[in-house]
């Protein structure tokens, strides 16, 4: 298995920008899609976007369609998701990890437990 690292969050005002990072701590990236999640206060996971391993697929969900973007460069191991006008409500921590089977066409949501290889998280704070 692969220890993926999250990076790149911080504090931002609302209508700001963030890129978060996602690689493996050691060695290349699993040949598979890969996903963002976050997590509120109290919450389950919940799916943001996920990308299949030759960047051809993507997927995200609703509420963050039009704002965030996934992309990869497996060339740097890396996966990244690009977020603009942020919102006070996009607060939270933000998972990495890869998907168990390929990304189905027409996603706009995706179960956790279809996942493995967590990161740690990185908080994410959008002030008002």
């Known amino acids: 298995q692969v220890q993926l690292v999250e990076s790149g969050g911080g504090l931002v005002q609302a209508g700001g920008s963030l890129r978060l990072s996602c690689a493996p701590s050691?060695?290349?990236?699993?040949?598979?899609?890969v996903g963002w999640f976050r997590r509120f206060p109290g919450k389950e996971r919940q799916f943001v976007a996920a990308i299949s391993w030759g960047g051809a697929m993507s997927a995200h969900a609703e509420s963050v369609k039009g704002r965030f973007a996934i992309s990869r460069d497996n060339a740097v191991n890396t996966v990244y998701l690009q977020m603009n006008n942020l919102k006070p409500e996009d607060t939270a921590v933000y998972f990495c990890?890869?998907?168990?089977?390929?990304?189905?066409?027409?996603?706009?949501?995706?179960?956790?437990?279809?996942?493995?290889?967590w990161g740690q998280g990185t908080q994410v704070t959008v002030s008002s």
């Open positions: 990890a890869t998907r168990r089977a390929p990304l189905p066409f027409g996603l706009d949501d995706d179960p956790e437990a279809e996942y493995l290889n």
């Open positions: 050691g060695g290349a990236l699993p040949r598979s899609t």
